[in-house]
Structures are given as structure tokens and as C-alpha cells.
């Protein structure tokens, strides 16, 4: 490892043969716990390459505990995280809408690090008890039309690395990596990003896989569509700037899509939206999410006919209801 830091530190990159080798290396508990936080703070302070990511994420995916859902067509929504935004859980909430709206969803979750909670720590707190059975799972998708993947149960191999993760408290390359090996493999994502950077490396990959997918990011550093102005939308279909206005929905605040600052304070906003009463701010954003997560998966010809598929399963309480089952 000392030689690959010295590497690092002298502005040079890693091939993606290189990259794969060492992060499974740094799985199996190989470098000293100094020198693995050496390694994942690089990435703050320069660019990952194409090379490196792609390296990354083919170990992390030859690790994982696959999940073979493939019949049931499902989209992940999962953001990177990192933005430094304190948000509500948009895309969990939207998880929820889109499930409700006859679209399944794989929903690869973790606990927060760099934010106070997670989608993991949202899910626990309601008494949901992660499972990577692949039984209970399809079952789930069965009754629910969603299932939740806890990462750490997929990616077993990870474990030495997420207590240095916990301890650093920022973003890491791991943020970057985690909607990419999804251990279901679905052939639909929605991806939001904290960089434009990162969207562009982002649409390298997915432009070399078969999937349907949307890459988001907002101009003004969010990790999903914020409509606190413009936003980059990267899709195999096109790419494109979009305003608010586009979706026919109205500007925010940044103040009116904070979370809590507890797991409690979040878990109420998160219940609020759901049973309808959420902000015409709080709702829009999930609308715009969950909206275009919709046109996504179900391929229709509009993002505004998967808004106004969004806007009838939250209004209708389904995605309350596909709640309810799924924390049954």
C-alpha cells in the first residue's frame, strides 16, 4: 500500500486492473487501518479517473451477495450522497411513490456517514428488518412492489472498511460507487450525483451497460433534482439542462427541503409527506424525483406523465400503503 499511496500522492492514477485488485485487497483486511484512510481521503482532494470507478465498482460487484430479481423489471433510485445538503429523504420517500405507482423497486440503501440518516437508518427506526434471503425479498416485491437492499448485507466483504468510513465522517469514493453495485443488477436506475464531474463519468459507464437510466444532478451542488433551480439530466435517451418550470412545477428554497436533525426529527417529515401532509415544496421535489424515476423504469414518452403518475400514488395513499406492507 505504501507504494500505491506514494503513487497517489504524485498525481498519478490507477489503471482499472489496479484499482479492482486493491479495493478487493483493502476488503479482504490487508493494509493497516491507517493506510486505508489515506487511500479513501485521496479522492477528496483530487478527480477519480473513468478507469478508477469502473475498477472500483467490478471489484465491489465481484464481491457482493447477488440477488437475482431480474423477472420483476426493478429501478433503483439511489443517490451518491455527499452533497452536504441535509435534505429530507427524498429518494427513499420516492422509492415509496414510485413502488405505489406500479413501477417495482430494488432500493439499495445504507446508514448515513456523511448525512445524520440514512435510508437504512430511516427504515430501521420504523422496525424494518433488513434480510438479503432472497425469498423474503421476491416476497416482498410481491406484496410491496418494492424490497430493500441493505448494503452491508449484500457487501459482507466491506465490513473492514466501514468503521474507518464511520470514523472519517466525510464522503468517500464509496459514496460514489454506491449507486453502481446495486447487488440486484437492475436494468433501470435513477442515479443522482454531487458533481457535475461525477454525472459525466457516471454516463461513460452507463452508456456501456444495456440499462435504462436517468444520471441527475442540480447546478447548484445537490444529489437529485432539488428545483431550487436548474438541474443536468443524463439518460440513454438524452441529455439536457431542466428548469422547475419544465415539470410544471414551482422553484424552492433550499431551507424548505431540510431534514431533521435527528433520525427521529427525519422520520416524522419522511410519515408527514407520506399521509399527505407534506409542503408543497416537500412534495414537488419527491414529485420531480420519483416522477422522473417513473418515465425512467416505465419508459413513457414524458417525465411530466411520470409526474403525474407520482402525484396520483402519493395523493391516493398507495405509496402509503406500500409503505405500510413493506415495514409489514
Partial sequence: MKAILNKLF????????????????????QYKTSQVAAFLTVYLMRSITVEELEGFRDAMLELCIPLDIADYNAIDLCGTGGDGKDTFNISTLSSFVVAGAGQAVAKHGNNGVSSICGSSNLLAHFGYEFTNDTDRLKRSLEEANICFLHAPLFHPAMKNVAPIRKELGVKTFFNMLGPMVNPSFPKNQLVGVFSLELARLYGYLYQKTDKHFVILHSLDGYDEISLTGGFKMISDR??????????????????????????????????????????EAQNNAVFANAGMAIYCGKQLETVSQGIDEA????????????????IS
Fill in 10 to 29: 504524485e498525481y498519478q492514477s490507477l489503471s482499472k486492473e489496479e484499482a479492482r485488485e486493491i479495493l478487493v485487497n483493502l476488503a479482504q483486511g
Fill in 238 to 279: 438524452e441529455e439536457q439542462i431542466l428548469y422547475p418550470q419544465d415539470l410544471g412545477v414551482n422553484a424552492v428554497k433550499a431551507d424548505e427541503l431540510a431534514g431533521g436533525s435527528t433520525i427521529q426529527a427525519s422520520a416524522k417529515v419522511f410519515t408527514d409527506i407520506l399521509e399527505g401532509k407534506g409542503t
Fill in 311 to 326: 402525484r396520483e400514488s402519493l395523493h391516493s395513499g398507495r405509496a402509503l400503503e406500500t409503505f405500510k406492507k413493506l
